[in-house]
């Protein structure tokens, strides 16, 4: 967990990558399902359209119904989950009195000693200027990080181009900031209160020096 740019899912993929784990990264998973097009006519999603594209946290029960599926389909066939940044409000995160929380699916399909939370922490003016210089391969969707672009006009992995993301313009960042602060970090709270260990770990550094620290945890914790 963590603001935009914190690296969150940057440090997912290497995670999925070094422990054989699936990443549900939930925002491009949201954002390729309210852009599909056999679904522009249905009115939900044309409506929670809107509110992706202008940095607007989705509505958490249109969220809750389809991360959940996908989540319980994973754990039928047998695999683990890293996500990043989900979930990102109370409700997804807790549910109410009709609808369960993601946590909760998460706790009986997982156990609750077999999850793992990590709130990487950066401040604003990197969060801004990370989403803005970042872009993204339109084919595999690797993150390419403005530190290391400089005149690449393809993805250096697979060789597609290059595209910005409606979400990483500065205005819309700052929007997403607010957001995250009013609606995701009660949930870091919540965690707390409900007895999980919330790691925080300094965002700031390049990639490869976060992902010691989250390794270095992770490898104590699966020795238990």
């Known amino acids: 967990m963590g603001p935009p740019g914190s ?3 940057t440090q997912a993929n290497l995670v999925a990558e070094k422990y054989n784990l699936y990443h549900l990264d939930t925002g491009r998973f949201v954002e390729q399902l309210v852009h599909d097009p056999q679904l522009q006519n249905d009115p939900e999603v044309v409506k929670e359209r809107k509110n992706f594209d202008e940095g607007i946290l989705l509505s958490p029960l249109f969220f809750l119904k389809w991360v959940k599926e996908k989540v319980k389909d994973l754990h039928r066939g047998g695999v683990g989950i890293v996500f ?3 979930p990102r409000t109370e409700l997804e995160a807790f549910g ?3 609808n369960g929380g ?3 699916t998460l706790e009986e399909l997982y156990g609750k000693d ?3 939370v990590f709130l990487l922490e950066v401040p604003d003016e990197i969060s801004v200027a990370r989403n803005s210089a970042r872009t993204l391969c339109s084919v595999c969707g690797s993150p390419i990080m403005g530190v290391i672009r400089g005149d690449l006009k393809q993805c250096p992995f697979c060789g597609g181009s290059l595209r910005t993301r409606v ?3 500065p205005d819309i960042i700052k929007v997403r900031l607010e957001e995250y602060r009013s609606r995701t970090m009660p949930v870091v709270a ?3 209160e409900r007895g999980f260990v919330v790691y925080r770990i300094d965002g700031t550094p390049l990639p490869f020096s976060v992902f010691e620290q989250i390794k270095e945890l992770l490898d104590d914790s ?3």
Do not use: A, H, M, Q
Request: proline share 0%; no cysteine.
């Open 190 to 192: 919540g965690l707390e």
């Open 222 to 224: 699966f020795k238990k």
């Open 167 to 169: 979400l990483d313009t």
């Open 114 to 116: 077999d999850i793992s």
């Open 7 to 9: 690296g969150k899912g």
């Open 84 to 86: 990043s940044g989900s």
């Open 96 to 98: 109410d009195k009709e």
């Open 102 to 104: 993601l946590v909760r």
